[in-house]
């Protein structure tokens, strides 16, 4: 008798751009949307293979989708308030998490919005990695929590924290970003422990890699949101720092919001709590107090093993 066993792999939907050890970013940033098209304090965006930029409002429940040149966006009424974050697949349907605890579906071809999953408490966070596996950031309660959307059953899984805040290895303390890469490793920006974990499949035990408790690596204050690019090197958003910091082969250095302090200044962040990459390396962030999106562009230093993951 022959068995079959299939397994649904979901192509990665944003950018992993690699860069060369000398790469910089342009310290003066554009804003690509501000408060009349986004709201006030955006926390989500996602930035997918085809450069469209989504970005919730929060505060008018709908989602706006910037093509590629396109200055107007597309919007999209959702009837959820209180939208957190969001995450677009490959097939350009997204999914986005919202005030009530739940995750839904957006079906691009006909606009209909499907309940997916319900946690017990907001998600800050989604992922959905290539075995299309959801992973929530429950803050509240210190948790990463999994669901397969493979199956219909609501079976989650807890793949970090204990429910309880603390510092331990197997501990979280309100984590905000999430990040899988396509080894199925899961890396955390644990806010409140100002560190990023990494937890390895099977796992309950992280890893710091940067932060508190990584010695030569960097100072984060409330790290929030952590993206790697095509050569696994780390860059998070280091909220109460109001900056932008890389890994390299060089180690951490500060790449945008250098200047020390807040402020709404071209070349200022304000408690940003997201970014991503365009397929050309430039980052968009979510400059959330001061209510907009900057762009930063990438300022050449290419060599020849340039690509996009």
Not at 45 to 50: H, K, L, T
Not at 53 to 77: D, F, K, M, T
Not at 99 to 119: D, H
Not at 171 to 186: C, E, K, Q
Request: glycine letters at 10%.
């Amino acid at each position: 008798m022959n068995i079959f066993i299939s397994f649904l792999v979901i192509a990665i939907s944003f950018n992993r751009p690699q860069f060369c050890p000398n790469t910089t970013w342009n310290p003066i940033g554009i804003t690509f949307a501000d408060n009349n098209a986004i709201g006030r304090k955006p926390y989500g965006m996602f930035v997918n293979i085809n450069n469209t930029v989504y970005v919730p409002n929060r505060q008018n429940s709908i989602i706006n989708v910037w093509l590629e040149g396109n200055s107007a966006p597309i919007i999209y009424s959702i009837i959820n308030s209180g939208l957190y974050s969001i995450f677009v697949t490959s097939d350009e349907d997204f999914y986005f998490s919202y005030g009530g605890g739940g995750v839904n579906k957006v079906i691009l071809n006909n606009a209909t919005i499907l309940s997916t999953v319900y946690f017990n408490g907001a998600c800050w966070n989604i992922f959905i990695d290539t075995n299309n596996s959801l992973y929530c950031a429950l803050s509240s309660q210190h948790q990463v929590i999994k669901r397969s959307l493979n199956s219909s059953d609501n079976n989650l899984s807890v793949v970090a924290g204990t429910g309880c805040p603390g510092f331990l290895p197997y501990m979280l303390y309100g984590p905000s970003g999430i990040f899988v890469d396509i080894n199925f490793n899961l890396y955390v920006a644990d806010s409140d422990n100002d560190r990023i974990q990494l937890f390895q499949p099977g796992n309950l035990n992280g890893t710091t890699v940067a932060g508190n408790g990584a010695p030569g690596t960097i100072e984060l204050s409330y790290p929030v949101s952590v993206v790697l690019d095509a050569d696994g090197y780390l860059f998070i958003v280091d909220c109460q720092n109001n900056r932008i910091v890389g890994s390299g082969p060089n180690g951490f250095l500060c790449i945008v919001g250098c200047s020390g302090g807040w402020g709404s200044g071209s070349d200022q962040l304000f408690y940003p709590y997201n970014m991503a990459f365009d397929s050309y390396g430039n980052i968009y962030v979510a400059d959330t107090y001061n209510s907009r999106i900057q762009k930063f562009y990438v300022s050449g230093n290419f060599c020849s093993k340039w690509h996009n993951e």
